[in-house]
């Protein structure tokens, strides 16, 4: 049973437009969120995360809004860049459990 | 500084064989960890482990044995391969809980 959720798997938008990446998750002890961003061939790399006690946190062109009433985060990319062209995945943990649960990811292809 | 280094990058079994993938960080972290991917199913976790000489199991442990002798090295090994466990394995270290993973490049695992 998937605790954390990416129900788009997959998104096209326009060079320079706005990309925004949905996740939910259902386990409310979750308190640390994470956005991974993967190339073909290569491992996963970190991008921003957002702690429980924050809704916002921003790395400058990425944006991840945090709703835990909702129990739900976004990922948003302004403007979108050809290389932000990738998979990205959503995970989320609790404090003090080393353990990360992952999302499906999403396929996010920027056109020109 | 390699970051978390795994081989080999592809591998191709029968059914019934054996294998070991190997993998090995040279950041001095304490926590590493297996995951697969599968199409539609995210990052799964297979085992972790919080430092030399701990193990523990993950979401998907059966079939796959670990132990951790070093801080840097945590190998994954495979006992009697089966089709199911065709899938790309990622190996990932973190410092502390809350730290982001690293992980490496993955290796592409086919079994026939």
């Known amino acids: 049973d998937q605790q954390v959720k990416q129900n788009s798997p997959s998104l096209s938008v326009q060079e320079g437009r706005i990309s925004i990446l949905n996740c939910d998750y259902t386990n409310s002890m979750f308190d640390y969120f994470l956005w991974y961003k993967k190339y073909p061939a290569e491992g996963p790399t970190f991008l921003i995360s957002?702690?429980?006690?924050?809704d916002k946190n921003e790395d400058g062109r990425f944006t991840v809004f945090l709703n835990k009433s909702a129990k739900h985060l976004s990922l948003h990319i302004v403007p979108s860049q050809p290389g932000d062209s990738a998979v990205y995945f959503c995970a989320a943990a609790v404090s003090g459990d080393y353990k990360l649960s992952f999302g499906a990811g999403t396929t996010v292809t920027v056109r020109a | 500084n390699a970051g978390v280094t795994q081989t080999p990058k592809f591998q191709v079994l029968k059914t019934g064989q054996s294998m070991t993938l190997q993998c090995a960080q040279d950041?001095?972290?304490?926590?590493m960890s297996w995951y697969r991917q599968d199409p539609g199913m995210g990052l799964r976790l297979i085992h972790y482990?919080?430092?030399?000489?701990?193990?523990d199991q993950g979401e998907v442990p059966n079939g796959y044995n670990v132990s951790r002798s070093t801080t840097e090295d945590f190998p994954l090994r495979l006992l009697s391969a089966a089709p199911s466990q065709t899938s790309v394995y990622f190996c990932?270290?973190?410092?502390?809980?809350?730290?982001?993973?690293?992980f490496g490049n993955g290796t592409r695992l086919t079994v026939t």
């Open positions: 957002i702690s429980s006690i924050k």
């Open positions: 990932a270290s973190r410092h502390r809980e809350n730290a982001p993973l690293h």
């Open positions: 950041m001095n972290h304490e926590y």
């Open positions: 482990s919080v430092g030399a000489g701990i193990t």
